[in-house]
Structures are given as structure tokens and as C-alpha cells.
């Protein structure tokens, strides 16, 4: 700090019996925050300790001395070893690595942009003076003769720091720091005159002055208060650009991603589930004045991690704003804005923390929940699930060696061979991510620690083989064979998708004596109802060419079923399916349930692209199916997974209902295509 206590007068402090002033001392506190901590030691040395704002002033002390005002840690700006990092503990995640190393470099140009100052004096030979030695230090310094010229410049540029002059004609330096704030609030200001007071240095300090050096200048001084107060800069920058927002299925990689950007840049790591949040004022903190009140998570967070420029995850964002009071959104807002959160007010600590340094990643499983306003803000990197060959890789290169370990399965290490990693993929996961296909590793690991402590080595030293992995996890859990050739009436297999990856659906449909209703059950949202009417709509509209019965509808109910679980939110794109398995029922021709259909049905017979197109084939691939039939408008993001995934389904892009139905509907066939 550059406030010369002994040059200003300072009063004599007084007696010190709770050791707070000395902890204040060493804890070398911002200006502001040091006052705000010596007022309330003040007011608790008046007050009896036996009552109760004594104990509330206590430990608004002990908060804010606890806080990292100060602490940073120098960030690791080495992109090839962020990308050794990255490729050392995560596989399969080409577009995501692509994405982060990005936004890395970006940081690591910002922070290697060189400095610019503005040194503001009405002395010709001081302003000269300052601009050789600052200039030597490799900054780009810019002079003005008073406030006034000062301002002209600040209109024209950006300074990352203005070192002015206090007593100056025309603005003086006290001027002209309000009317930069109003301008550019995040320049940093640093005042010299030789006319200090203590109340001129407390006002300057308040007005948000970083630094206050008295006349005649201690080079060394000025070189430290600008190398400090530059300190920030680096992050602060890289900052503006968009908060990245990683969206995805569970167990895809999110959270181990944002560890890797931690790891790479040599910070630390806090990770924030939001998924519980009831109150906005968890976050923000209470006010002082309630019985155990306490800083909101977001400060407590700080102080737990010790530093002010963490890697802070934001995880399951998507996961607030229901039920929730007061607007958590906005409180996300003003913590994520770079213009707002370089003072972020904590409701309990009453004063600004600086939290421009922190490094904000969120997380989310999808983005449909998460509020406009914060969509725009955040910078969305999509992780999709992966494919089976994706999933042998991580598993062989980091969850099964990580899961031996762990299990004290050291050498000699047990040979666990690809077809019993294959086996567990298969029969005893279904899911997009890889925390289940851990878990079941885990499992496994776990039967052969017991096996080796019961007979040794010896009883573990066959490899696992494909049978081996089904004899030690027991029976399987899923069996993909419901997408098996043959086909059923009124019977069609439809892909959709929800925010935990891609899941296989059948959709039934079936017609009985009744007064012409149409019945729909399952789990079914608002927009599949509509589907469902739709693509009976178009049936009758069209039965004569669809081969069905004009009056088909005409004393019988139809009763379509949609059995699966998270599909509400995928409406639209069971449309085609439903059309299936109507005509299916309708023409009397068996749907085959090997091939999965997904697309938007538009009154005329259009197919309309879908969403979700890599899950959706990713759960084909899963499920054993023959063929994939797509809307021809998503061909780009069938293409797209071609590069990626070898083993893909052969997939049937169609314009119109018909192609569907003549590749979905056996017997008669090619019958109902008008192509
Ligand atoms: N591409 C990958 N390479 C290596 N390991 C991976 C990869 N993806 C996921 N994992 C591992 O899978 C496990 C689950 O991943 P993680 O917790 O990061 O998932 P997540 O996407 O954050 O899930 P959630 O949304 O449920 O929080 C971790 O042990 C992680 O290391």
C-alpha cells in the first residue's frame, strides 16, 4: 500500500486487546475495506462482549479479514501445455478441446497486449520525467497537460491506468478521476501531490483511486503502484469475452473439462451446484443486522478457495429460477457482467469485491430453461454423447486405469480385454456419458479386489474376457433387442431426444369401437398431442392415397400410447413416428421395429428437421437399429457425425411422409411413395 500513514497525521491507534487491529495489519487489507475493519473494532471496543452485536460485529470482522482481497495466482498462459493438459485427461471431445483452447489463446494474446498509461501533470518536466521512466518499463505512455486534455484523450483511447497530478488548473486530479469513472470505470487511478491530507487521501481512496503517492516521487514506488495496479488487467480483459456455458447430458465430460482449464492455467478450482438454490439471497448474503446472517455462497466460495481468480463453476444453471425467491437470474447476471461484477456487492459485506478475476464456467444440461437475458451473455459449447468406439477409448485410457488404481489393483495390473469394456458398454449401461460405464468399471474392479485378497495374484491373473466381465457384474441390465428385425401392426420405433441424451421410443397405436375420439396416453407434452393430431389429420386428409379406408375414423376411437419417460420435451419430432404407426395400423402393414424414424410432421405431408440429430443416432447405434430415417434438411448433421463415428446406421433422409412409410412399412411396399 502507498498511503504514507506517518506523512498524513494518522492518529495514534488505539490499544489492540482482541489482536483484530494486528491480524488487520498483516492481512494488508484494501484502503477502504482496512477502515470499514478499524470503525468496527472501534464500535465492539465501546460495546459489552456479553451482548449480542458485539458477537455480530466479531465476525463481520473475522469475514472480511478471512477474504482474498489481494491473493491471485499467476496464470499459466502456455497453450501447448494447456492442450497437453487437456489431451492428457480426456478423450474424444474434438470440437469442445477445439473450442476451450480457443478461448485460452484469446486470454493468452490479451495478457501479452501491452499496457497503455496516461500520465496527467501541468509540470512539463514531470510529465516528461515519468513518461521516460514508465515508457522504459515497456508501457505505452500518453501525457496531458490537466484534466481537461485528459478527458479529450480518455474520449479517443482506452488507458489501463492514469497517473495524474491532485493540484492542477483547468480539472484537477480529483475532477477528473469522477468524471473517468463516469467513462471508463475500469481504469485504474493512481494520485501524486505534495499537498497530502489525510482526508484528501481517504476521499481520492473512496472516489476509487488504487494508489496515493506523495511529491517527491520514489521511483520505486511508482513502479510497484503501477505494477500492481495493472495487476488485474490481464484477467480483466480476457473477462469481457462471453462466459463459456457447457451444455450437455450428464456424465459427457462438463465438469472434468472446466478441472483441465483450471489445471491448465494453474488456478484453482471451485465448483458451485446451483441446483438447490432457494433463495436469491443465498447468493447475494443477508444483511449484517439479522442474527446469523452470512455472506452469500458466491464470497463464501472465495473464501474457501482461498484466492480472487478461481476457476468458478457455475454447475446446473438450468437448474434455477423454479420456485426460487427474489430473481436469481439477475443476481447471475450481475455476477457474470465484467461492466458490474468488478464491485460486486455481497448484501452482508456492504462493501465491493472485486470479482472481475474469476474465471466463470456454467454448466447446464440444456439451454431451453435458462433465462433469455443470461442466454446472451454466456457463450454455448454444446457436448453431445458419445459414441461406443468413443467410450472404449475413454475407458481404456483413463476410467479403467483410474479405476484399478484406485482399487489398489496394482501390478500386477489385471488384464481387463476391450470385449469385456465392450460387454459393459453394451448390456450394462444406457446412457450418452461415460459415469455409469465408471460405476460399472468400479464395480467390476471392486469383484476382482475381493478375488485377489482372497486367493492372491494368482486368482486374478486370467485376462477378463467378454464372458469373465458378464460372470463377475451378474445378470445384464439392459438388453438392446428391442429394435430387432420383424415388425409389428401398428407398432414404429421413433428416436428422440432429451437433456439426458437419445432414447429409443415405440410408438403404439391401436382402434376399437367407439364414438370417432382420438385417445392419447403416455407421457405425453402439450406439442406431442398436437403431433399426434397432425398425423391424423394428414391421414385422412390423404387415405386415399395411403391406401387406408376413407371412414376409417367413423365408429372406432383410435388410441395412440407413447410409453417412454423424457420425451414430453421432444414433441414435435415423434410426429413422423406417430404417422407410422397410424398408417401401419390403418393399412394393416407391419411397421419394422429396426428402423427409428424422428421428424416434425407438417399438415401436408412435409418432414421438417429435428433437433438433437447426434443423440438421436447415437441411441440408434445403442439400440441395435438397422436403419435411421432423418429429415433430409439435417443431412449437415448426419454428415458431420459420419466424421466422427465410424460404425454409423445407415441413415434415409426423406422430404415427405411417403419415403418414410415406404421404407418403415413392410408388405406391399413402395405402394404408398410418390417418388
Ligand atoms: N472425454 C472424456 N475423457 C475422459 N474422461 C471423461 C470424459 N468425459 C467424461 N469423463 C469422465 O466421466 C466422469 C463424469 O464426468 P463429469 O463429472 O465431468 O460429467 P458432467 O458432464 O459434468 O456431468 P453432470 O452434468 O452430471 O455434472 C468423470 O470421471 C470424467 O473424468
Given at each position: 500500500m502507498?498511503f504514507?500513514?506517518q506523512?498524513?497525521?494518522?492518529?495514534v491507534?488505539?490499544?489492540?486487546?482482541?489482536g483484530l487491529r494486528?491480524k488487520?495489519r498483516q492481512?494488508?487489507?484494501p484502503?477502504a475495506v482496512?477502515i470499514?475493519v478499524?470503525?468496527?473494532?472501534?464500535?465492539m471496543?465501546k460495546?459489552?462482549?456479553?451482548?449480542?452485536?458485539?458477537s455480530i460485529?466479531?465476525?463481520?470482522?473475522?469475514?472480511l479479514l478471512?477474504?482474498?482481497?489481494?491473493?491471485?495466482?499467476?496464470?499459466?498462459?502456455?497453450l501447448?501445455?494447456?492442450?497437453?493438459?487437456?489431451d492428457?485427461?480426456h478423450?474424444?471431445?474434438?470440437?469442445?478441446r477445439?473450442r476451450?483452447?480457443e478461448?485460452?489463446?484469446?486470454r493468452?494474446?490479451?495478457?501479452?497486449r501491452q499496457?497503455?498509461?496516461?500520465i496527467v501533470d501541468?509540470e512539463p518536466?514531470?510529465?516528461?520525467?515519468?513518461r521516460?521512466v514508465?515508457?522504459?518499463?515497456?508501457y505505452a505512455?500518453?501525457v496531458?497537460?490537466?484534466?481537461?486534455?485528459?478527458?479529450?484523450?480518455?474520449?479517443r483511447q482506452?488507458?489501463d491506468c492514469i497517473?495524474?497530478?491532485?493540484k492542477?488548473?483547468r480539472?484537477?486530479g480529483?475532477?477528473?478521476?469522477?468524471?473517468?469513472?463516469?467513462?471508463?470505470?475500469?481504469t485504474?487511478f493512481i494520485?501524486?501531490?505534495?499537498y497530502?491530507?489525510?482526508d484528501t487521501?481517504?476521499?481520492?481512496?473512496?472516489?476509487g483511486?488504487?494508489?496515493?503517492?506523495?511529491?517527491?516521487?520514489?521511483l520505486?514506488?511508482?513502479r510497484?503502484?503501477?505494477r500492481?495496479?495493472l495487476?488485474s488487467?490481464t484477467?480483466?480483459?480476457?473477462?469481457?469475452?462471453?462466459?463459456?456455458?457447457?451444455v450437455g447430458?450428464?456424465?459427457v465430460?462438463?465438469?472434468?473439462?472446466?478441472?483441465a482449464?483450471?489445471?491448465?492455467?494453474g488456478r484453482?478450482?471451485?465448483?458451485?451446484?446451483?441446483?438447490?438454490l432457494?433463495?436469491?439471497?443465498?447468493?447475494?448474503?443477508?444483511r449484517?443486522?439479522y442474527?446469523?446472517?452470512?455472506p452469500?455462497?458466491?464470497?463464501?466460495?472465495?473464501?474457501?478457495?482461498?484466492?480472487?481468480?478461481?476457476?468458478f463453476m457455475l454447475?446446473?444453471?438450468?437448474?434455477?429460477?423454479?420456485d426460487?425467491?427474489?430473481?436469481?437470474?439477475?443476481?447471475m447476471l450481475e455476477?457474470?457482467?465484467?461492466?458490474q461484477n468488478?464491485?460486486y456487492?455481497?448484501?452482508?459485506?456492504?462493501?465491493p469485491?472485486d470479482?472481475?478475476?474469476?474465471?466463470f464456467?456454467?454448466?447446464?444440461?440444456g439451454v431451453?430453461?435458462l433465462?433469455?437475458p443470461l442466454?446472451d451473455r454466456l457463450?454455448?459449447?454444446?457436448?453431445?454423447g458419445?459414441s461406443?468406439?468413443?467410450?472404449?477409448?475413454i475407458a481404456?485410457?483413463?476410467?479403467?486405469?483410474?479405476?484399478?488404481?484406485?482399487?489398489?489393483?496394482?501390478?500386477?495390473?489385471p488384464?481387463i480385454?476391450?470385449?469385456?469394456?465392450v460387454?459393459?458398454?453394451?448390456?450394462?449401461?444406457?446412457?450418452s456419458g461415460v459415469?455409469g460405464l465408471?460405476?460399472e468399471i468400479a464395480?467390476l474392479?471392486?469383484k476382482?479386489?475381493?478375488l485377489?485378497l482372497d486367493?492372491?495374484?494368482?486368482?486374478v491373473?486370467a485376462?477378463?474376457?467378454s464372458?469373465g466381465?458378464?460372470?463377475?457384474?451378474g445378470?445384464?441390465r439392459?438388453?438392446?433387442d428391442?429394435?430387432?428385425?420383424?415388425g409389428?401392426v401398428?407398432?414404429?420405433?421413433g428416436?428422440?431426444?432429451s437433456?439426458?441424451?437419445g432414447e429409443?421410443?415405440f410408438?403404439?397405436?391401436t382402434?376399437?369401437?367407439?364414438p370417432?375420439?382420438l385417445?392419447?396416453?403416455?407421457s405425453?407434452g402439450?406439442?406431442l398431442?398436437?403431433?399426434?393430431?397432425?398425423?391424423?389429420?394428414?391421414?385422412?386428409s390423404?387415405?386415399g392415397t395411403?391406401g387406408?379406408?376413407p371412414?376409417?375414423?367413423?365408429g372406432?376411437?383410435?388410441?395412440i400410447?407413447?410409453?417412454a419417460?423424457?420425451?414430453?420435451?421432444?414433441?414435435?419430432s415423434?410426429?413422423?413416428?406417430?404417422?407410422v404407426?397410424l398408417?401401419?395400423?390403418l393399412t394393416?402393414?407391419?411397421?419394422r421395429s429396426?428402423?427409428a424414424?424422428?421428424?416434425e410432421?407438417?399438415?401436408v405431408?412435409r418432414?421438417?428437421?429435428?433437433?438433437?440429430v447426434?443423440e438421436?443416432?447415437?441411441a440408434?447405434?445403442?439400440?441395435r437399429?438397422?436403419?435411421?430415417v432423418l429429415p433430409?434438411a439435417?443431412?449437415?448433421?448426419?454428415?458431420?457425425?459420419?466424421?466422427?463415428?465410424?460404425?454409423?446406421?445407415?441413415?434415409?433422409?426423406?422430404?415427405?411422409v411417403?419415403?418414410?412409410l415406404?421404407?418403415?412399412?413392410?408388405?406391399?411396399?413402395d405402394?404408398?411413395c410418390t417418388e
Amino acid at each position: 500500500m502507498f498511503f504514507r500513514k506517518q506523512e498524513l497525521e494518522a492518529p495514534v491507534p488505539p490499544a489492540d486487546p482482541t489482536g483484530l487491529r494486528e491480524k488487520c495489519r498483516q492481512a494488508e487489507l484494501p484502503e477502504a475495506v482496512g477502515i470499514a475493519v478499524e470503525s468496527e473494532i472501534s464500535r465492539m471496543e465501546k460495546t459489552d462482549a456479553a451482548v449480542a452485536e458485539y458477537s455480530i460485529g466479531l465476525n463481520y470482522v473475522e469475514t472480511l479479514l478471512s477474504l482474498p482481497w489481494n491473493a491471485v495466482t499467476q496464470d499459466n498462459l502456455d497453450l501447448g501445455q494447456a492442450a497437453e493438459v487437456f489431451d492428457g485427461s480426456h478423450a474424444g471431445l474434438g470440437q469442445v478441446r477445439e473450442r476451450v483452447l480457443e478461448h485460452l489463446a484469446s486470454r493468452v494474446l490479451h495478457s501479452k497486449r501491452q499496457a497503455s498509461l496516461l500520465i496527467v501533470d501541468d509540470e512539463p518536466i514531470a510529465r516528461s520525467n515519468l513518461r521516460h521512466v514508465l515508457a522504459r518499463e515497456g508501457y505505452a505512455v500518453e501525457v496531458a497537460a490537466n484534466g481537461e486534455e485528459a478527458m479529450a484523450l480518455l474520449a479517443r483511447q482506452e488507458f489501463d491506468c492514469i497517473v495524474t497530478d491532485l493540484k492542477m488548473d483547468r480539472m484537477d486530479g480529483m475532477q477528473l478521476l469522477e468524471a473517468a469513472r463516469a467513462v471508463a470505470p475500469e481504469t485504474k487511478f493512481i494520485l501524486v501531490t505534495g499537498y497530502a491530507t489525510v482526508d484528501t487521501a481517504v476521499q481520492a481512496l473512496k472516489t476509487g483511486a488504487v494508489h496515493y503517492l506523495s511529491k517527491p516521487i520514489d521511483l520505486g514506488e511508482l513502479r510497484e503502484a503501477v505494477r500492481s495496479a495493472l495487476l488485474s488487467r490481464t484477467h480483466r480483459y480476457s473477462n469481457r469475452s462471453p462466459i463459456l456455458c457447457f451444455v450437455g447430458p450428464p456424465g459427457v465430460g462438463k465438469t472434468s473439462v472446466g478441472k483441465a482449464i483450471a489445471e491448465a492455467l494453474g488456478r484453482r478450482f471451485y465448483r458451485m451446484s446451483l441446483a438447490d438454490l432457494r433463495d436469491e439471497a443465498e447468493l447475494r448474503g443477508h444483511r449484517r443486522t439479522y442474527v446469523g446472517a452470512m455472506p452469500g455462497r458466491i464470497i463464501q466460495a472465495l473464501k474457501s478457495v482461498g484466492v480472487r481468480n478461481p476457476v468458478f463453476m457455475l454447475d446446473e444453471m438450468d437448474k434455477i429460477g423454479q420456485d426460487v425467491k427474489g430473481d436469481p437470474a439477475m443476481a447471475m447476471l450481475e455476477i457474470l457482467d465484467p461492466e458490474q461484477n468488478a464491485r460486486y456487492v455481497d448484501r452482508y459485506l456492504e462493501m465491493p469485491f472485486d470479482l472481475s478475476e474469476v474465471l466463470f464456467i456454467a454448466t447446464a444440461n440444456g439451454v431451453e430453461r435458462l433465462a433469455g437475458p443470461l442466454l446472451d451473455r454466456l457463450e454455448v459449447v454444446q457436448f453431445s454423447g458419445y459414441s461406443e468406439g468413443e467410450k472404449l477409448d475413454i475407458a481404456t485410457r483413463f476410467l479403467l486405469p483410474r479405476q484399478l488404481r484406485g482399487h489398489g489393483l496394482t501390478s500386477p495390473y489385471p488384464t481387463i480385454l476391450p470385449e469385456a469394456l465392450v460387454r459393459i458398454i453394451r448390456e450394462y449401461t444406457n446412457e450418452s456419458g461415460v459415469r455409469g460405464l465408471e460405476r460399472e468399471i468400479a464395480r467390476l474392479c471392486r469383484k476382482l479386489a475381493r478375488l485377489r485378497l482372497d486367493g492372491g495374484a494368482e486368482a486374478v491373473a486370467a485376462p477378463v474376457g467378454s464372458d469373465g466381465a458378464a460372470v463377475l457384474l451378474g445378470p445384464a441390465r439392459f438388453r438392446h433387442d428391442d429394435a430387432k428385425a420383424g415388425g409389428l401392426v401398428g407398432t414404429a420405433t421413433g428416436l428422440v431426444w432429451s437433456e439426458t441424451g437419445g432414447e429409443i421410443i415405440f410408438v403404439e397405436a391401436t382402434r376399437m369401437r367407439g364414438p370417432g375420439q382420438l385417445i392419447l396416453t403416455g407421457s405425453l407434452g402439450g406439442v406431442l398431442k398436437e403431433s399426434a393430431q397432425i398425423a391424423l389429420s394428414f391421414i385422412r386428409s390423404n387415405a386415399g392415397t395411403l391406401g387406408v379406408e376413407p371412414d376409417f375414423f367413423e365408429g372406432h376411437d383410435i388410441h395412440i400410447h407413447i410409453p417412454a419417460g423424457g420425451i414430453a420435451k421432444d414433441g414435435p419430432s415423434a410426429g413422423l413416428t406417430i404417422a407410422v404407426a397410424l398408417v401401419s395400423l390403418l393399412t394393416g402393414r407391419p411397421a419394422r421395429s429396426d428402423v427409428a424414424l424422428s421428424g416434425e410432421l407438417s399438415l401436408v405431408g412435409r418432414v421438417l428437421p429435428v433437433s438433437g440429430v447426434r443423440e438421436k443416432i447415437l441411441a440408434a447405434l445403442r439400440g441395435r437399429a438397422a436403419m435411421v430415417v432423418l429429415p433430409v434438411a439435417n443431412a449437415a448433421d448426419v454428415e458431420a457425425l459420419r466424421e466422427s463415428v465410424a460404425d454409423l446406421p445407415p441413415v434415409v433422409l426423406v422430404e415427405r411422409v411417403e419415403q418414410a412409410l415406404a421404407v418403415a412399412l413392410t408388405g406391399q411396399e413402395d405402394a404408398a411413395c410418390t417418388e
